[in-house]
């Protein structure tokens, strides 16, 4: 049981550049969340999706889009990268019972240049 | 707006010992509390969750208490081992959101 699956685990992007960070989860949950991890500040949600085919924006969406094509799959691009996008990227999915667990990715280290 | 505090931001205690990490939260409204810990270069992994109705919840040497009027949570460790060393993390679930708020964390390092 692979959980939940994030990819790549290191990226470093000039300024400018472009990229999107795959997520994947096996355990059919509905909601699934991107979160975004920076020194003394805890997490900051960026976008969530609480069912296929529907995003909401979070706490810091600006410079960020995200897709849900399906109910396994929640994708988050940075269109222009910048350096204050320099961070640790969390993916989630909420499920369990009463749907209150919440299980997390790996993390994916992202440095902008 | 929520915000959620946990201090301190980093404990050292020797082995064996007892120790209380807190969390306090601005917004009493909360539907659950959840505590996560996260090691080194690895993702969160959820410990205990806390429903508001709930006043405490166990789990081995690891006990959560809430009390929401006053806006704080406890997680209480016993007899603290080496491999308790990581940042634990607590996030509140308000009412009308699936959101989770999370503190900053407490970075615990339990000497040998």
């Known amino acids: 049981n692979a959980g939940v699956t994030q990819t790549p685990k290191f990226q470093v992007l000039k300024t400018g550049q472009s990229m999107t960070l795959q997520c994947a989860q096996d355990?059919?949950?509905?909601?699934m969340y991107w979160y975004r991890q920076d020194p003394g500040m805890g997490l900051r949600l960026i976008y969530y999706s609480a069912s296929e085919g529907t995003t909401d924006k979070g706490e810091v969406p600006n410079g960020y889009n995200v897709s849900r094509l399906n109910k396994r799959e929640f994708s988050l691009r940075l269109e222009s990268a910048a350096p204050s996008q320099t961070s640790v990227y969390f993916c989630?999915?909420?499920?369990?019972?009463?749907?209150?667990?919440?299980?997390f990715g790996e993390g994916s280290w992202l440095t902008v240049v | 707006k929520q915000e959620v505090t946990q201090i301190p931001a980093a404990l050292s205690v020797p082995e064996g010992e007892n120790l209380v990490l807190n969390c306090s939260f601005t917004?009493?409204?909360?539907?659950?509390l959840q505590w996560f810990r996260q090691d080194p270069g690895k993702g969160l992994t959820s410990l205990l969750l806390?429903?508001?109705?709930?006043r405490e919840q166990t789990s081995g040497r690891l006990n959560a208490s809430l009390d929401k009027s006053s806006g704080r949570s406890t997680l209480y460790i016993a007899a603290s081992q080496p491999g308790d060393s990581a940042t634990y993390l607590c996030?509140?679930?308000?009412?009308?959101?699936?959101?989770?708020?999370f503190g900053s964390g407490t970075r615990l390092l339990v000497r040998p």
């Open positions: 989630a999915s909420r499920g369990g019972m009463a749907g209150n667990t919440i299980y």
């Open positions: 917004d009493s409204a909360i539907y659950n």
């Open positions: 355990m059919n949950h509905n909601s």
């Open positions: 806390i429903q508001s109705s709930q």
């Open positions: 996030a509140v679930r308000m009412d009308s959101s699936y959101k989770l708020i």
